[in-house]
């Protein structure tokens, strides 16, 4: 207990320099402004402000990176209210309910629930992390490259779980990553590998440079195929703090969703994605009358928006503790700090205290400051989303250019987002969801040293993983997952769960 | 390539092919497949105690066509998804914007082919006006007027106050600047002009609305 209060005292005092309360602030503001835009999810937001961090200190740049992701997550959910235009997967669910709470006049009370239970998620979640750092870390460094890479498998079996459509087409999206990942220079001999012998791929792909592609790019050509009509709340904004019935009525799905979304968000593979789903479900389920959802009940904002928020936290656990990204925007956080010369994993957090809970407590100071922002400057956020697309897409269009230019300063690499655009757009008309290909992408270099070292210290026994205990019961986990996911009976629940 | 899947898509109703996306999802994965063992046909696999660098990408692979005629074979069993339109426009236009943004933002060269580095501050518009033209609804003015605002602002945001290593103007401009003026007073100076330039045409094209959008647009007046 003493060690958890000097920790986040520590934490504390790093973050609350004037210097990194500035850095904070401004990637809250950034990252919302860009998040706002319609379209634009928090991986393409945060691939697009990557480089102005460049010039900071590590944990200056960490911070803001941390404030643009919350930004981020914040400006899809007013996007999701007040344009009824979700940026992405989790704030769907935000749509249903918030969306109809504007058009009766009370987007100022959803957007402020959904401010307010986010913060409130935030704070919880970040004593979570807090809680677990410690622990966790030393679980991981008992953890060699048998459990590593059972761990990696297991967290991929989650993402096929958990992404949406066929579990067949998911399965083949992280065998494609994982198999771009392999391009580039091998490791161990040092031979070139799918490289067509051109000299800039032989480094392998930057990840950066396909979320980028994947999720910018692609977007924008898929936008473009639906004629917009873009209905942008006309009614008032009303009111932002919610009443006294509001409070009565959402504080217990805020509770609840805290909770769901933060034990999910620690999950390898994306937990946080089920977060929103499963807290709007059960609400719905334990409603006193679940016609009103839907129809702008205020449970459905408050709920999910705290689930959201927590997972959105609690994902950094496994980044920070055992250096596995969980998702694609953790796998942007590992290329940040790959860039300031920090590898992540358990030794940062032994090696650099500062670092590790500076960011934890900006954390905490990034979810206030969406709160001062936010509420505050909606009118600007309104009037940002009243510009048409054909105005819109060409300034995105624009941030990635520069975006992606000025990270290695390569026009290929500017090339390379038009390429891994149109591959993505293919994807997404042949019906295959890119998010479960990025994260192979993500943990497939991890996992092919990790599987190599493992099958040379049993001497290329593969039962090594089954004889490790902590492997075998990481692999029956992910077995049996996969099993109840294919079971017809529990098919159609998920199904349903995210058609809703 | 989707000219022929649609082509094959679209009798499927009649056919035994009951979700024509599957087949063409399949083909892809199996097209993908196959060019990765093909590229690592020359590598060596190694055994399990010393894994070779062919030995993941060639399994991977293999699962990735195996995943692709699994759902060849459903697609024949299963009732599935239409294949969706494709528009060409869009995708067209985004790529033809980011490769002029790429080979004009610093000195490219191609072959024979040299181009000289025209830098942000001619990628930029010529990306935002190219671009643009992937909706049916561009308008040239607007486009122009986007493009000669937006441009100094990231010359501005990158350039100036981010210090980021991206090239904003061609060193031959700095000489129509009088000789004691530093890099950033230059780059300052264009964005002013670039800025000035937007509002002129703004102003000057307010009034002969009409004419210019007959000109320029066909599908949607306002």
């Not at chain 2, 299963?78 to 969706?84: A, D, T």
Request: a neutral charge; one cysteine or more; proline letters at 6%.
């Amino acid at each position: 207990m003493g060690d958890f209060v000097s920790n986040l005292s520590l934490g504390f005092s790093v973050a609350l320099s004037l210097q990194n309360i500035g850095l904070a602030f401004l990637g809250c503001l950034v990252g919302t402004l860009i998040g706002v835009l319609p379209g634009v999810g928090p991986i393409a937001t945060i691939a697009m402000l990557l480089p102005i961090t460049f010039g900071l200190d590590p944990v200056g740049a960490l911070i803001m990176l941390a404030g643009i992701y919350y930004g981020a997550q914040y400006g899809g959910s007013t996007t999701a209210i007040l344009v009824n235009i979700p940026g992405e997967a989790t704030s769907v669910v935000t749509a249903l309910d918030g969306h109809q709470m504007a058009r009766q006049g009370r987007a100022g009370v959803a957007l402020g629930i959904a401010a307010i239970g986010s913060f409130f998620a935030g704070t919880v979640a970040t004593l979570v992390i807090a809680a677990l750092g410690a622990p966790l870390t030393s679980l991981a460094l008992i953890f060699g490259p048998t459990e590593y890479f059972s761990l990696m498998v297991m967290g991929l079996v989650f993402a096929v779980v958990l992404a949406r459509g066929s579990i067949l087409k998911a399965i083949a999206m992280i065998l494609v990553g994982v198999l771009l990942s392999t391009v580039g220079l091998d490791l161990e001999t040092g031979e070139e590998r799918m490289t067509f012998g051109l000299p800039f791929l032989s480094d392998g792909i930057d990840f950066a440079v396909l979320a980028m592609g994947i999720f910018g790019i692609a977007e924008i050509m898929r936008n473009l195929d639906h004629t917009e009509h873009r209905d942008v709340v006309r009614q008032a904004i009303g009111r932002l703090l919610p009443n006294r019935e509001d409070f009565r009525q959402s504080y217990l799905p805020v509770l609840r969703g805290t909770v769901i979304g933060a034990i999910l968000g620690i999950l390898p593979g994306n937990g946080a994605v089920l977060g929103p789903f499963a807290s709007y479900t059960l609400e719905k389920k334990i409603a006193k009358d679940p016609r009103r959802f839907g129809r702008g009940a205020i449970e459905g904002v408050a709920g999910p928006e705290s689930a959201n928020n927590a997972g959105a936290q609690t994902s950094f656990i496994p980044l920070l503790t055992l250096g596995i990204p969980p998702n694609a925007v953790m796998a942007l956080m590992v290329g940040a700090m790959t860039i300031h010369g920090i590898i992540p994993g358990p030794q940062v957090m032994t090696k650099n205290p500062s670092l590790f809970w500076g960011m934890i407590a900006s954390m905490w100071i990034g979810n206030l400051m969406l709160l001062v922002i936010n509420l505050p400057m909606v009118g600007m956020w309104v009037r940002l989303l009243k510009v048409p697309y054909r105005m819109l897409f060409p300034a995105i269009l624009m941030f990635c250019c520069i975006g992606i230019y000025s990270i290695n300063s390569l026009p290929t690499d500017v090339m390379f987002i038009a390429l891994f655009g149109l591959v993505g757009y293919t994807l997404i008309k042949f019906g295959f969801e890119p998010a479960p290909m990025l994260l192979g992408f993500v943990l497939g270099k991890l996992m092919e040293e990790n599987l190599r070292r493992a099958l040379i210290l049993s001497r290329g026994s593969l039962s090594t993983f089954i004889d490790h205990p902590v492997s075998a019961a990481l692999l029956a986990v992910a077995a049996i997952l996969l099993v109840i996911a294919l079971l017809p009976s529990i098919r159609k629940g998920r199904d349903e769960v995210f058609t809703e | 390539m989707s000219a022929a899947h649609e082509g094959s898509g679209t009798p499927g109703h009649h056919g035994p092919v009951r979700a024509p996306q599957g087949i063409a999802g399949g083909i892809l994965l199996i097209a993908l497949a196959a060019l990765a063992l093909w590229l690592t046909k020359d590598l060596d696999q190694g055994t399990l105690n010393a894994m070779g660098p062919a030995m993941l990408p060639r399994w991977l692979a293999i699962g990735v066509g195996l995943s692709g005629l699994a759902m060849i074979a459903f697609a024949f069993i299963r009732e599935g998804e239409p294949l969706e339109r494709w528009s060409l426009r869009g995708p067209f236009f985004i790529i033809l914007a980011i490769l002029a943004f790429a080979v004009t933002i610093r000195p490219f060269g191609f072959g024979p082919l040299a181009l000289p580095g025209l830098d942000l501050v001619v990628a930029g518009p010529l990306g935002i006006i190219l671009g643009g033209y992937a909706t049916p609804e561009a308008r040239f003015r607007e486009l122009l007027i986007l493009s000669l605002g937006l441009t100094p602002f990231c010359m501005l945001l990158f350039g100036d106050l981010l210090n980021l290593p991206i090239p904003v103007f061609p060193q031959e401009l700095a000489g129509l600047f009088p000789a004691g003026w530093s890099q950033k007073a230059i780059m300052r100076a264009i964005s002013v002009v670039m800025v000035v330039a937007a509002v002129a045409i703004f102003l000057a094209t307010r009034g002969a609305r009409t004419t210019t959008i007959d000109v320029a647009d066909h599908s949607g007046r306002i």
